[in-house]
């Protein structure tokens, strides 16, 4: 019982951020690059409601503007994360032998690199930008899928349905996809929903090192960097996204538990 | 076991041991060697070391400080009396010796400084007396003397020696006690200082990256002093919660926007001129940097003795901008509406004050129909982006101007990188002659009469688009008495200031 | 046992090696010329060339990667470019700030999280249980830079308890530690909750409490050292994270560790300072991801290596 009321909140949640994503337009009162330098650091005003940044710009707007930088960046990093770890994972589980070993000696040195470092060598490289953010937070992101993906298939490949399928001729990739595949689900979701909030505030700690999403693009991690010098005079500048944030991270873990307990009641 | 160790002292805490002044600085200096110094922050630090042959004073004249007099016999040579009874702190005496050793090693393309440059028109240093030496230039250098104010390290017996192997000792007014490598650099008063002994114990110079930590260090008592790099915002509420006292002076520190000049539309004049039209500099000084810059005309401020302010002003006339753009062949396709006449890109640090600044620019050309595209970088792409020409628009700023000179490093065609800092390829003849021109002109009087029609003709031209002048901000403790701001920024007041009232 | 340690040691060096690999290629492909921030402006380009010979940075990128390998054998990983001073004697000046703060970051992290993990996990479904997973899910959600500048407002200025930053006694580490061990507290607390609930099972949670205190140590006792297992891979995983991760709480705190050195060095091209850093960093990880294994190994010996 208790249990829906966990999924329920999350998802609530979750489809109310996607929804202010999806309506920007609609629901921001004002556009989020507008600036209005006489109007600086506003606590509240009639038109403002939650203030105003250093630029003027109404902050309402742009937290509801920066679910969409945030929730892109999210979603892109874990997809395509999912998408390689996945291959990765799978053929090394399945095929074995060296390349098994291979692979797996490439994913323990990406994870011995410090990941952050790569991050901002590659965005040095890149220069900065939204697309490039995603690519520097996928280079590491993929290993911890690609692990998940072998263990469970290294677990299920003795199994006997799989075995058997083997035995009837199924071609591997056919024995991954359909026998597989349905097993790896579970975790991998609840895996994902975790990254989703891990890669929403990684953005924002490139946005601390100078790399991520360009202004005047808000995001919130870009937000709470930018309002983070304002601490003392203005708090209201990183506690609206900083809210954001938690209030999302939230959400997704609300859902991962959920369906973790759900999906998986024991595991192993 | 390290936990444990917490209660001992470590050497560079935030203790403040009393009679020492500490002062936040937001890097650790890069090269204390005065002979390799490139950084502001190793520079002002060296001055507080080392003694030069002359220095700047607060308003940028040249004095003799090591030198007891100097004069030119000709066009082409120096000749110094040095002060005797000056003494290294490592006790050694202080002679002609050590000044011909100190630009010699400069000299020598071994030791890869990066002075070396600066001082190409050196021909020979000469040892006439102990207590006198001869410059002598290959050709008459009238900056030259701005090399003057480089510390001079003692004599070493062997020569040649590994750059950055240890650092000299100095002669100045402070002496380097301790290192802390990323955290602190302490300096210690010289007992035995040719002038009078600085009143201060001594100065810690505390690395503190992060601005507002430096702030909240101030507040706790833990900084005493702190010059620029501060949010302007802070200001205020440092001037609310502390009993600091603030300063605000006029500075020599130039912040521009460089324009690449192959750029097809940016090379169009009429384009540069409407850009720096469009520019409100007022509002943004006023909101963003919060009073604390004067709009700019060019790269020499009103101190500079070379500084001509009847040339055009470029001031905010956003109606005057539109036009120029039509007549120079970019109508606005409609009118008030979105879509924008051209775009260009604008490259910039990615320093949250930079962006800001970058942003309020972008509104500001968005009106008369400029599309800016900001494109923030850190500093070593930015840097080689610009040095390679990969750019449109950029914007950044000149430290330390001293010597009207600089303006042949930047404008001049034979500069154009790698040989120099001509970033926008700009190219003009008759720029070109006048710049050779106040190089080879040792006359004050007619030095300043070329100058005057550089800055004219600059100004008219626009290759680059001048902002502001930043002004310099400092932040003190009440306790601190006696410091005097140098335009450049310079601490060297510090060997004056004294501590009083102070609680330990 | 034996032929399993060798076999982890022996993969080691590859994997070391690998990623010694990728960062030398790496930051010697990005854009931005060491030269040119060590000689500034005034340089012409015959003393530009000049310096880029002494320092063999005008050798093919092979050559120089061979010579690094080379070098690397002897023990030697060469000088900064910049700090007066060979690479292991900088690395080795700012190792001690570097474990101190991972130590009190892990030590606060455990000392937060396991009472609460464990009285989440025997209180489940109470109001115990909620408000540890709110807490957790604040730790996670909470950036470094904005938590850290939030401690010392409260701490350092307002109450006045704590200096502000900088590295100095037991009261300098707290703030800097409290600020890096939070998200690492909150992945504990998580984890370990989960793994006791799982090892534990939960009709023998509730019987065990409704038979009294005595059956609960007991359990605890038990159940706490299976349900360790996964929690120290998570553990171990994270600490390499930690390592590079405190970047952001060592700029923010002028805590002279290696990550702001590392970060340092890359802003300046300082090549082989770079490289040195990640060296460290890498071995680091490996050092305690092999110690992770051999306990691993220790506690559960039904575990194999391989398939």
Redesign the interface.
Known sequence: MENSHWLYAGTTILVLVIIAALFAPVLAPHDPARQDLEQDLLTYSRSHPLGTDKLGRDILSRTIYGSRVSLSVGIATVTLSLAIGLAIGSLSGYAGGWVDQLLMRLVDVLLAFPGILLAIAFAAVLGPGLHHVVIALCLIGWTGYARLVRGEILALREREFVQAAQALGCKPHRVVARHLLPNLLPPLLIQATFGLAAAIIAEGSLSFLGLGVEPPTPSWGAMLNEGRQFLLVAPHLTAYPGLAIMITVLGLNLLGDALQDRLEPRRR | M??LS?????P????HPPGYLVVGIES?P??LDPRYA?DANSVRIDALIYNSLLRADDRLRLRPELASEWKMTDERTYVFELRQHVKFHNGKAMTARDVKYTYESMLD?RN?S?????LKALEAVDVLDTYRVRFRLSVPHAPFPEQFTIGIVPARSNGMETP????PPGSGPFMLDTI????SITLKANPSYWEEKAPLAGIIF????????R???F??G?IDFLQNDL?P??L??LKKHTDAEFDAHEGTTFQYIGVNLNHPILKNREVRQAIALAIDRA??I???LKGFATPASGLLSPIHWAYNGAVPQWSFNPEKAKRLLDHAGYPDPDGPGPLPRFRISFKT????LR??I???L??QLARVGIELE????????F???I?NGNFHLYSLAWVGVMDPDIYY?MFHSASIP????NRGHYSNPELDRLLEQGRRTTDAAARKAVYVQVQRILADELPYIPLWWVKNVTVQNAAIKGFVPYPDGDLISLKKVSLQNRLP | MKRYLVQRLLLFVPTLLGALTLVFFFIHLIPGDPIEVMLGETASAADKEDLRHALALDEPIFVQYASFLGALARGDLGRSLYEQGAVTEIIRARLPATFELTLGAMVLAVLGSFPLAILAALNRRSWIDRVALLLSLLGLSMPNFWLGPLLMIIFSIHLGWLPVSGRGGFSHLLLPSLTLGLGMAAILTRILRASLLQVAGEDYVQTARAKGLGESWVWLKHTLRNALLPVITIVSLQLGGLLAGAIITETIFSWPGIGRLTVQAIQTRDYPLVQGCVLTLAVSYLVINFVTDICYRLADPRITYGK
């Open positions: 390290i936990l917490g209660g001992c002292r470590f560079g805490s935030s203790d650790n890069l090269e490139t393309p890869h990066p002075k070396r440059p600066l950055g192997a240890e650092i802390d490598p990323g955290e505390k690395v503190v990256p992060d601005a507002m930590v702030a909240l260090e507040k706790k833990t949010e915002d802070m205020p509420w509002s943004i006023r909101h963003l640090t990615n320093l949250d962006k800001r970058a942003e309020a972008k509104e900001i494109r923030t970088y850190e500093w070593g792409t840097y080689s982006d040095k490093q790698p040989n120099g800092d």
